[in-house]
């Protein structure tokens, strides 16, 4: 298939199956799908860097998840794009704190308002995430007996890294690893290879989300490889937020050339306004990555839920 065969691509992958494993639970639905919902939201909000987003997530989407109402629009946004684009598993990523604000902190109606999410065209394996700013040693228990529900595939740590001492989580990690989740910890986005390597070597963690630091390091790299870690690659999310240069010299393409463990996923579709289609496309078109090394990305995906 030739670089300029772009619309083709694109219609191409459209139809494939493939996996969403880096998905933000609450901020993945369009955002025409909220406004089409009649959700109130501004015409043009110009997603620009972290502060943006940041801005945008405190006025527009904490009082969404605030409701219930609002929070089942929201994850059904999420789950009918993952459809309609092709998606057949999707981990969506959802902070315990969810549990505690919209749910007074009851575990077993949290769980019984996500079970409602089913279809026959996608299988949700559910992350539980903690956010290293907001966590508080008072909430410890909570997400304890969230983790003992054994409803959720996986634990992720998402937000601001290094803010918190790792220290403050490992316990998590090594219940999580012993009840055999899929462990993922966000690193190697914001800040650079040492940094992966302390959360490697502190969580033991199955999956880096984004990781794309590691390139600076072939120690590092190594150790990724040697433990068998995957890394979950979010391209338009790391141009938009300026982790990237831009597609063309991503980082993804030294992790492929360094035969790292790859997927690609979405992160924060109603941030950066790109579908998982839109991904692997942007990256064929801009020749950053091979058609046949997308095959190998996308069919990696699909493998990792077969063991
Ligand atoms: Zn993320």
């Known amino acids: 298939m030739l670089k300029t065969e772009a ?3 694109l219609e191409y992958i459209k139809r494939q199956p493939k996996t969403d494993i880096h998905n933000h639970a609450l901020s993945s639905c369009r955002f025409q799908f909220l406004k089409q919902n009649g959700v109130n939201l501004p015409d043009n909000y110009k997603m620009n860097g972290i502060a943006s987003l940041i801005d945008f997530s405190r006025k527009y989407l904490t009082p969404l998840e605030n409701e219930i109402s609002t929070l089942k629009l929201l994850l059904e946004g999420n789950f ?3 459809i309609e ?16 604000r919209t749910f007074y902190g009851d575990v077993q109606t949290f769980i019984s308002f996500l079970q409602q999410f089913q279809y026959d065209n996608l299988k949700i394996l559910w992350d539980l995430s903690i956010s290293r700013d907001s966590f508080v040693e008072e909430h410890r228990q909570l997400f304890l007996d969230l983790l003992q529900t054994k409803f959720f595939s996986g634990i ?3 937000s601001t890294e290094n803010i918190k001492p790792n220290s403050t989580f490992v316990e998590f990690y090594k219940i999580a690893n012993d009840l055999n989740m899929i462990t993922k910890v966000h690193a190697g986005e914001m800040l650079g290879p040492d940094y992966i390597k302390q959360c490697i070597l502190d969580f033991n963690p199955k999956h880096i989300q984004h990781g794309i630091s590691v390139i600076k390091d072939k120690e590092v790299m ?15 999310s790391n141009v938009c937020l300026g982790y990237a240069k831009n597609m063309k010299s991503h980082p993804i393409r030294k992790m ?3 035969g790292l463990n ?19 496309n942007k990256l064929f078109v801009n020749g950053t990555l091979t058609f046949e090394e997308l095959e ?12």
């Not at 069919?299 to 077969?306: A, D, H, P, T």
């Open 7 to 9: 619309y083709s691509y």
């Open 80 to 82: 009918l794009n993952c």
């Open 85 to 100: 684009t092709g998606v057949k598993i999707v981990c969506p990523s959802i902070d315990y704190k969810i549990c505690l």
């Open 156 to 158: 992720d740590l998402a």
């Open 222 to 236: 190594q150790l990724a490889k040697d433990r068998n870690i995957v890394f979950n690659v979010c391209p338009s």
């Open 256 to 258: 492929v050339d360094n």
């Open 262 to 280: 790859i997927t690609l996923s979405t992160d924060d579709l109603l941030f950066f306004d790109s579908d998982i289609n839109e991904e692997y």
């Open 296 to 307: 190998k990305i996308r069919n990696f995906g699909l493998e990792i839920f077969k063991k």
